[in-house]
C-alpha cells in the first residue's frame, strides 16, 4: 500500500513536470518568457551583436593599423549604444576607467588623423560594392545638415545652405551633404554606399555639382558600369549628362521641361515633346496616404529622343501623366524604354524606387542625431560623418539583410520596443534594438580583449 502511495506520487510528479515544460515551450513559441528568460536571451543576443562587430570591423578594414581600428571600434559601438553623434555622449557609454574628459580627447585626436575620412569611405564602399546588382537603383541625392543655433565663430566653416521651403538658399547655417544608396527596383533592400560632406567655405571648393561629380566618380570606380543612377530635377544639366554618357552608365533623370530635346530631326522643348508622346499604357499606383491606402490611376508612355548637346546618342524620353490636369513627370533615359509595357514600368518605378533614399537620409539623421554634431576643426567633422555612414551601412545591410543574422535580427527589432507592429522600413527598430543591447547589456572591451560570455555576463549574488 505505502509503495502504492509513492509510485502514484512519482507518477503525477512526472506529469506536473511534462505539463510544466510544455506550458513553459508554447510561451517562448508564443514570445511570452519570464524576466529572468528575456534577459538571459537579451544578454545573449548584445554578446553575439558585438562579435558581428567586431567581424565586420575585420572584414571592413582589414588593411587598418591595430590602434586606429580600435579607435574604429570604440566609435561604432558608442554611436550605436548612445544613438549620437556627440563625443561626449560617445565616451559615456564606452564607461571607460578614467576621466571621461580624458576619453574625449582621446575620440577627438584620432578623428584629427590624415586620411581617415578616406580610409573609411573607400572601406565601406568597397564592402557595399559587391552587393550591387548590375539593374539596382543608384540614388544620388543632395541634402544638408541644418545648425540654426550655431555660431560661426563657433563652429568651423558654417555656411548657408538650400531652404526648402524658400526653394532658395536661405539664412540656415550649415554644411552640405551627398548620399548615394543602392536599391533593389521596389524593394526595401537599402545599401548606404556614401556620405560626403562640404562646405562652400572650405579651401579649394568650386561649385555643388563638381562636389556631386566626385561623389559619383568614386562609385563609378568602384561598382564599373553596374547599377542604374537615378537623380532628381536638379540633375537636369550638361554637367551630369556629359559624366554619364562619357563613362558609359545607364541613368534616368527627371527633367524640368526647358531643355530642348532632338525628335524626328526637330529641336523643340522637353514639354512640347512631352505633349505629343502618345501615353498607350495605364495602370494603377498604390500608395499610404495618412494611414489609408490610396490608389491612383496614371498614364505613360516614351519617345525616342536626342540631347541638343549630344546628337549622336539615342536616348529615350518617359512621360507620365497623373490624374487632375497636373504637369507631367518627364524622365530622360539610356535605358530601351520604348518597346513594351515591361520596359516602361522598370524606368517608373526605378525612379520611384528613388524615394526610399529620403527614408534613409531621415533615418540617418534622426536615428544617431546626425544634426546634434559639435566639433571645433572640419577635418573631424568630416571623418565623423564617414564614420557615421560606415554605421549605417553596419545597421542596414550587415545586420537588417543577411539571412545568416534573421534570428539575431529578429530579436534586435523584438527589444526595440515597437508599439504597434514592425513597420516595413524597419531601420529605426534595428537602430534601437542595438541601442538598447550595447547599452544594457555588456561594455565595449576592445576588439582583442575578453568580452563576457553567455554565462559569465549574468550577475551572481553571493550570501
Known sequence: MFWGYIIGFLVDYAILEREWLLFRKSRIIRGVKTKKEAAMNDTTAAYRLREQLKKFLGIVFPHAPKAQKEFLGQMFFGIQAGQSVVLSRIAR??????LLKKTEERLSRHLHADGLEKMVQDAVLAQAAARVADDDIISIDPSDIQKPYAQEDGMPLLAKVWDGSKG?????????LCFATATQSMTRRIVPLRMSVWSTKEDGFTSENDKVLEVIKSLADALGRRGIYVYDRGGDGDWLFSFFIKEGLDFIVRLVGNRSLIHWNATRLAEDVARSCPL?????????SRGKEVSVPVEYG???VRLAEHPDVPLYLV?????????PMMLLTTLEAVRSRRRLRQVVEGYLTRWRIEETIRFVKQAYELEDVRLLKFSRLKSLLAIVSGVAYFAMSWLGQRERLGVLADHIKSVSRRMFEVPEFFF?????????LFARHGRWHGLDGPDETEETCQMELAL
Open 428 to 436: 529605426y527598430a534595428i537602430a534601437d534594438g542595438v541601442g538598447r
Open 168 to 176: 532658395r538658399v536661405g539664412d540656415n547655417l550649415g554644411y552640405n
Open 302 to 304: 516614351s519617345l525616342p
Open 93 to 98: 557609454e564606452l564607461q571607460e576607467d578614467i
Open 280 to 288: 498607350k499604357y495605364a495602370q494603377n499606383v498604390t500608395f499610404k
Open 319 to 327: 512621360v507620365v501623366r497623373w490624374p487632375r490636369g497636373e504637369k
